[in-house]
Every structure is written in C-alpha cells, then in structure tokens.
C-alpha cells in the first residue's frame, strides 16, 4: 500500500514528537529523580499522610501445602507522627477499608468478606495502633500495637523498613518510603474457619510512601 505525502508527513511529525520527549524526558529525569536519604535522622519531623498511588497491602496464606494464596486490600490508609531523632516515640496508624478486598476473583471476594470469614458487612474497618517502638538497626524497627479486625483485638508486632526519604518535586512534597512485614494468627480474631486445614497464621506485606503534611502555625 502507497502512502500519500500527507501520510508520511504526519509519520515524520509523531516520530519527531517521540525522539523530542524522549529526549526532554532524559534531559530532565536527573533533576526530577529525588536525592533519597537512607539515614533515618535526615527524615523531617512531623505529621505524615499515605500516597495511595504508591502503596500496596498484601496478605499471604498457605492454601492446603500446594501454594500460597495472595490478596490484596485496595483501600487502606496510614498516618505516621514523631521526630526521627526520636523514634521511640514515633506514632503509626493504619486503617484498611475491608470492603476493598481484591483476589481477581469477584465472587470469592464476596465469599471472604462473607460472615464466615472477614464479616465486612458488620466489621468494615481493620485498625492498627502502636504502643512502642524498638529501634533493631540503622534503618529498621519493631512496632508493636493492637491489631482489631473482625471485632476482635490482639498485640501483633510488625517490622518496619526505612527505604529513605527526600522532596519529590514532581509530587512537590517531602516523601518517606517504608516496607512493611508481620504476621497474624487468624484464629485469633475469630476467623478460623477451616483451622487446621488451612494455615492460621497469615503473612502482611505491606509497601508505603507517606507524604510529609504541612505545617500549620
């Protein structure tokens, strides 16, 4: 097929357009890439926020010894407070909407967030508070708090990674990034079908980018 003088024109005029943002693209990615500090004292003090775009709650379950079954929480949010000079007096909280329940599979979701299993209808909130931190290297800790799910509360301790923290400016705020692990034992917030059949413990991974707050004087 011939192509007409008009078409090859618009041809040259897109590739020309994509070789100029590919290279305004590479041109400017140094000055847009954050310089992210790793040492946790170069974190800013204050009040932090969950970016939602760029976090990522997962749980973890052996299903029956023949895989490890994933889900995931969609919606969720996490405050964090304190001085990084100070971080065993830091505060973190979370808070996951047990309706945002995502397996791929739409029917099984409705399943587990069924009374049987998570009850969302009745418990639509899970809540995470601290009650101690304890610093366990340069950039890592313990956090120890109350876990309530399922109209249930227990202690569970999770362990925290510091990824590092610098301005964004394409989001134009102070960014803090941490990995998050732990696990719960199911049983004890009164989800416990199939026990023994199933693992009672589950696994939490959980990836976070929290936005430092302004200050309000």
């Known amino acids: 097929m011939k192509m007409t003088a008009r078409r090859l ?22 000055f847009l890439k954050p310089d992210v500090e790793t040492e946790t004292i170069q ?11 760029h976090a990522s ?11 490890t079954y994933v889900g995931r929480f969609d919606r969720f949010d ?23 329940l995502d397996v ?15 009850d969302a ?11 101690r931190i304890i610093r366990t290297g340069e950039t890592t800790a313990d956090v120890e ?3 309530t799910l399922h109209g249930r509360s227990a202690p569970i301790t999770l362990s925290v990674k510091f990824n590092g923290s610098a301005y964004d400016r394409l989001r134009g705020a102070d960014v803090a990034g941490f990995s998050i692990r732990g ?3 199911r049983t004890e917030f009164g989800i416990s079908k199939f026990s023994g059949l199933l693992a009672d413990t589950v696994h939490l991974e959980i990836e976070t980018e929290l936005l430092r707050k302004p200050d309000v004087s």
Request: charged content about 20%; aromatic content about 10%.
């Open 183 to 185: 696990d719960i034992d």
């Open 9 to 30: 024109t618009r041809l040259g005029l897109a590739t020309a357009s994509l070789w100029a943002l590919t290279a305004c693209t590479s041109v400017v990615a140094p």
């Open 121 to 131: 209808t009745h418990y639509p909130q899970a809540r995470f508070q601290s009650t």
């Open 78 to 100: 996490v405050t964090l407070k304190g001085d990084p000079k100070h971080p065993e007096d830091a505060m973190l909280e979370a808070i996951v909407d047990m309706t945002s």
């Open 57 to 67: 709650l997962l749980f973890k379950i052996n299903h029956l010894d023949f895989s």
């Open 43 to 53: 974190m800013k003090g204050g009040n932090w926020q969950l970016d939602p775009a």
């Open 104 to 118: 791929a599979n739409e029917d099984f979701a409705q399943t587990l967030m069924g009374p049987d299993w998570f």
């Open 145 to 147: 708090g109350v876990l």
